[in-house]
């Protein structure tokens, strides 16, 4: 019968997006509408603005749950609907953005596309609560364990994912040798910026960039294999 039918159904769509009947908002049965989309899209980016402040202000060892809720104007609870604890909490937003931040399009060279993602890396490390952010968290992770497995499994790795593909465009493009030590290149890559705006807490310049950009691309395109031949050798 119908009833039965609709008791079958295990989604319904909140604004385009399919979702567990009842989830996110906890009523079993109860099909959200487009107000109570929103207004849960609201408190979910309230949160979210609440825990980077948070974090920026006091470093993840002393962060709280309960900091972030009063910050965002809600309930623990709403905090626990979404994230079911610290850690999760703390993961889930700081890949959201970190990976995204390193999102680098097909310039057509490989040039272009070292450039481009130096230009991304630059205004995410630039923001202010990045600058303070960062350095915490490597930190952190030095003495927590757990919180440092699961950085390198949701941060880390994806972010290294994504620069490999920028050079491995390039060798199908035949810009570079097919034995390029792709790992080396992405140390290139992302060291010096790193090293410059996190560590030294110094400015980077458009001309800086550039300057970067032509010597990564320079130094990757020597052959992995090849001799060396230093001066006086």
Not at 34 to 60: P, Q, W
Request: net charge positive; with cysteine.
């Amino acid at each position: 019968c119908l009833g039965d039918g609709l008791k079958a159904v295990r989604h319904v769509s909140i604004i385009g997006r399919v979702v567990p009947r009842g989830r996110p908002s906890g009523r079993p049965g109860v099909i959200i509408d487009r107000h109570e989309a929103v207004k849960m899209n609201d408190v979910t980016d309230a949160i979210e603005s609440a825990f980077f402040a948070e974090l920026a202000r006091v470093g993840y060892g002393r962060l709280s749950i309960d900091a972030v809720a009063k910050r965002a104007g809600v309930g623990k609870a709403a905090v626990y609907r979404r994230w079911r604890s610290k850690l999760d909490l703390t993961i889930a937003l700081v890949a959201k953005f970190a990976v995204a931040a390193i999102d680098v399009p097909d310039t057509g060279t490989l040039l272009g596309d070292v450039r481009q993602y130096l230009d991304n890396g630059l205004a995410a490390l630039s923001h202010p609560l990045a600058r303070k952010i960062i350095p915490d968290m490597l930190a952190e992770a030095t003495r927590n364990q757990e919180l440092a497995a699961v950085l390198g499994q949701s941060v880390a790795e994806p972010r290294r994912a994504k620069a490999a593909e920028l050079f491995e465009r390039a060798i199908r493009r035949g810009e570079l040798p097919a034995d390029t030590d792709v790992d080396l290149a992405m140390d290139l890559l992302a060291g010096p910026l790193y090293w410059r705006l996190a560590v030294m807490q110094a400015e980077v310049s458009t001309e800086y960039c550039d300057r970067l950009a032509t010597a990564v691309v320079t130094a990757v395109a020597v052959p992995s294999r090849g001799e060396v031949s230093y001066p006086g050798s």
